[in-house]
C-alpha cells in the first residue's frame, strides 16, 4: 500500500462514522445517506489521484458531503417545481446566478459568488442556517418545517428572517462589485 493510499485509508476510517451521522441528519433516505457517502469518499480518491492533495481532510470531507446534500435537494426542488408548474418557469436559486457555459469570465463569477454565499452560510447560527436551507434550497414549507423539527412557525419565520438579513448584508459588497461590471 502506498502512503497516498495509507493516507486515504486513514481519513475514511477517522471521519466515516461522524460523516455518515452529518448527512443523516439533513437525508432521511438511508439509501440515499449511503449514496453520498460514497460519492464523497470517490471525490477523496479522484483528488489524490489527480495530484490535488487535500491537506484539511476532515473538514474538505464535509464540505464535499454538504454540497453533495444540497446538490440533491435541489435536484428534488427542480423536479418537484416541474410536477407543480405544469410548464411554468419557477424562479430557481440557478438562474440568479451566471451560466457556468456563459464562458470564462461567467464562470469565475459564479464561482466567487457561490464561494461567498457558502462562507456567508456557514457564519450563520445552526438553527438560523438550517431554516434557511431547508426552506430556500429544500423548498419545504414552514408549516412542513414546524412538523418535521417540533419549533413553532413563528420562530421558524424569525429565524429566516434574521438569516436573510444576515446574508444581505454579508453578501451587498459582492452584490455591489459585479454589478458595477
Not at 82 to 99: F, H, K, N, V
Not at 125 to 132: A, G
Amino acid at each position: 500500500m502506498t502512503q497516498q493510499d495509507q493516507r486515504i485509508s486513514e481519513a475514511i476510517d477517522r471521519d466515516r462514522a461522524r460523516l455518515r451521522n452529518f448527512i443523516r441528519r439533513h437525508v432521511a433516505d438511508q439509501a440515499e445517506v449511503e449514496d453520498i457517502l460514497q460519492d464523497v469518499f470517490f471525490e477523496l480518491v479522484e483528488a489524490y489521484r489527480m495530484m490535488k492533495p487535500v491537506e484539511q481532510v476532515t473538514a474538505w470531507l464535509f464540505r464535499v458531503a454538504r454540497n453533495r446534500i444540497i446538490d440533491l435537494f435541489r435536484h428534488r426542488r427542480r423536479e418537484a417545481e416541474r410536477t407543480e408548474s405544469d410548464g411554468a418557469e419557477a424562479l430557481q436559486w440557478e438562474t440568479l446566478l451566471p451560466s457556468p457555459d456563459a464562458g470564462p469570465e461567467a464562470a469565475y463569477a459564479r464561482s466567487v459568488l457561490m464561494e461567498e454565499l457558502d462562507e456567508a452560510l456557514d457564519e450563520l447560527p445552526e438553527e438560523q442556517r438550517e431554516v434557511f436551507l431547508a426552506h430556500e434550497m429544500m423548498g419545504y414549507s414552514f408549516k412542513e418545517l414546524a412538523a418535521r423539527t417540533g419549533v413553532s412557525v413563528n420562530t421558524l419565520l424569525s429565524r429566516k428572517h434574521y438569516a436573510v438579513q444576515h446574508l444581505r448584508r454579508r453578501l451587498q459588497t459582492i452584490h455591489d462589485e459585479f454589478m458595477k461590471r
